[in-house]
């Protein structure tokens, strides 16, 4: 499948239908008088969204939704049918923005979220509203109600507890393939990776949901390589899980220059939770591996992982350390929601 996270698209809901004009006419009933119903309301164009999608490539073939248009009254004083709404589904964590492409409208995160986003017209009057001591016989019925009609921005932004992310080579396939069922593209060159791969980790009883970001490269934020388009996916995540290519000369040059990338995107990304690893340390000697990691560590001011994705060295225990973090901030995010009173 395919993998789009931007779409522009337009909705337009149904019409309302017309009111009808009619009399009754009707053995031993003289001067029936006017009976025309009601025209039916239009339908609604509905957002759902679903949890077995994770792109809007549908939307890169179809921009134009119209919900059908309410049907017109009849005699007897019969309404028409409402027309029936227009359903749209989306992956869970997809923005919907105004046409500014600025404004938010809403932030699905929920499968099942329903959110009307175009309302159907209502149906115009029959005659029979119009009839009064001085009309007996009026011949007026209304039009319906035009539908609304708007532009919209859909920004997808994946759910994952942890991001993956590195320079590129650093090996975020590889560690991805060997740490869940996903079989991200592998090969010995650089963006082999061009769109965001999710993998789900298993620890123990346990799972999370690891996101594998294409590569970063100095000056994304400029635009250079692939730019930092992707690093939104990163935004919903607990934890980031920064690989440095251990076979580099300067790791710490390549830890710092990833680290500047984030900050020029986001400040509030860059102050995620973040585990470092040194990987490929299946091709260094123990004497490089320490000494590398020491100079990684006084950079991160923090404790580094040496590992293997080739070799499954040190996963183990990298993913249980992943998952430690997961599980802190659930915990925080279920006690923020008790005690805003949403939480149940």
Not at 143 to 161: F, S, T
Not at 334 to 341: I, K, M, T, V
């Amino acid at each position: 499948m395919k993998f789009l996270d931007e779409a522009k698209i337009y909705l337009s809901a149904g019409a309302g239908g017309a009111g009808c004009v009619s009399f009754r006419r009707e053995a031993h009933v003289p001067r029936g008088g006017p009976d025309g119903g009601d025209g039916g309301k239009g339908g609604d164009v509905v957002f759902v969204a679903v949890a077995n999608l994770n792109t809007l490539i549908d939307f890169r073939y179809r921009q134009h939704f119209r919900s059908e248009t309410g049907h017109g009254g009849s005699g007897r004083k019969r309404t028409g049918a409402a027309g029936a709404d227009l359903v749209i589904k989306l992956p869970v964590g997809t923005e919907i923005l105004e046409d500014d492409k600025e404004s938010v409208i809403a932030d699905v995160l929920r499968p099942g979220e329903r959110l009307v986003l175009a309302r159907g017209g209502t149906g115009g009057f029959g005659n029979h509203h119009y009839k009064s001591s001085t009309n007996r016989a009026p011949r007026r019925a209304e039009p319906g109600k035009p539908g609304e009609e708007r532009w919209l921005w859909l920004r997808l932004k994946l759910i994952a507890d942890s991001g993956l992310l590195g320079l590129p080579n650093a090996g975020k396939s590889t560690l991805l393939g060997h740490v869940s069922r996903a079989r991200p593209r592998v090969a010995d060159y650089p963006f082999t990776t061009l769109v965001p791969q999710l993998g789900v980790v298993s620890v123990g009883d346990d799972e999370f949901v690891l996101a594998d970001i294409p590569g970063l490269i100095e000056g994304a934020h400029r635009g250079a390589g692939l730019g930092d388009r992707f690093l939104r996916h990163l935004e919903r995540c607990r934890v980031l899980l920064h690989l440095v290519d251990g076979t580099r000369e300067d790791v710490v040059a390549a830890y710092r220059a990833l680290r500047h990338e984030l900050g020029a995107y986001d400040a509030a990304l860059a102050a995620k939770p973040e585990i470092v690893a040194l990987n490929k340390c299946d091709a260094l000697d123990a004497a490089a591996i320490a000494g590398k990691r020491q100079a990684l560590e006084k950079a991160a001011r923090g404790k580094v992982w040496p590992i293997s994705g080739a070799t499954g060295e040190g996963l183990d225990d990298l993913m249980a350390a992943l998952f430690r973090v997961i599980e802190a901030g659930r915990a925080a995010s279920l006690e923020e929601r008790r005690a805003s009173g949403c939480g149940r």
